[in-house]
């Protein structure tokens, strides 16, 4: 009867494990203009870095489109932070080749949006969260929505 009662617990463990979704460890997800971005599945197509304890960068590139924002804060904490300037102390970015500057789209002072932090795990070197924002291209008189963004990554220390 033991035995019969084990391997029903055992059972009932494994159905009910593939009965879960699977969520990755790590990962970056948003939608551009409300189509779904992935980052590409390379080594460095997620990156983190906190640097000094004062500095976040965290980008995420799918071929040549990348994704990134930055933020400066004395420490970097859980907390919102408002996605407001551009290419200074809080902000986020949308280039969609490689060098050249006038396919660059940032946020600026009416053009924002905003980075929450949800997680800080400083022992194992972790951060989540969600971000969203409205980014600008002067060259071009256009904008580009960064909406319903989600992480969760491994960082470098710097």
Known sequence: MR?????????????????KEHLPEYYFECKLD???????????????IILGDTVLLINANRGFEVIGFGIVDQPIEKTTYLL??????????YDNTIG???DIFRTDSIRIGQLTITSLDKVNKIIAGSFSFVAYNVEQ??????????FRLQYKIN
Do not use: Q, W
């Open 3 to 19: 035995h019969l009662i084990l391997i029903f617990a055992a059972s009932f463990c494994i159905a009910a494990a593939c009965n």
């Open 34 to 48: 409300g189509k779904e971005y992935v980052p590409d599945n390379c080594a460095n197509c997620r990156r983190s």
């Open 84 to 93: 407001n300037h551009e290419r200074t102390k809080h902000s986020a970015d």
């Open 100 to 102: 050249n500057p006038s």
């Open 141 to 150: 008189n256009k904008t580009v929505n960064v909406t319903e963004g989600k």
